[in-house]
């Protein structure tokens, strides 16, 4: 059983940049589409963005589309999700998670999830 595992969070302030790492625990993530969710205080788990097995095909939420890279690293086994121009409303705990199909935007179709990163940005 695959298990992501997220690193890289923090505080930080408005206009900063930070990275988000996520690895395999355990399998790898071999043929798995990878997707970064993330989950604000009284609201519900949204869609951050997604990434391929191949890498060839890549998609974002329209709130982060030009300020974050989703990427990665097979041969490392890891995701990264790099986030610039940080925006007090990106503030949320970041999910790593993965889907046994080969590319999926939906969270419904994920199958193993990290415990999450919390994420601030401060004003």
């Known amino acids: 059983q695959v298990q992501p595992v997220e690193s890289g969070g923090g505080l930080v302030q408005t206009g900063d940049s930070l990275r988000l790492s996520c690895s395999a625990s355990?399998?790898?993530?071999?043929?798995?589409?990878l997707g970064w969710f993330r989950q604000a205080p009284g609201k519900e788990r949204e869609f951050v963005a997604s990434?391929?097995?191949?890498?060839?095909?890549?998609n974002y939420a329209d709130s982060v589309k030009g300020r974050f890279t989703i990427s990665r690293d097979n041969a490392k086994n890891t995701v990264y999700l790099q986030m610039n121009s940080l925006k007090p409303e990106d503030t949320a705990v970041y999910y790593c998670?993965?889907?046994?199909?080969?590319?999926?935007?939906?969270?419904?179709?994920?199958?193993?999830w990290g415990q999450g990163t919390q994420v601030t940005v401060s004003s």
């Open positions: 998670a993965a889907s046994g199909r080969s590319y999926s935007t939906l969270e419904r179709e994920y199958d193993y």
């Open positions: 355990g399998l790898s993530f071999s043929g798995y589409a």
């Open positions: 990434i391929s097995w191949t890498v060839a095909r890549s």
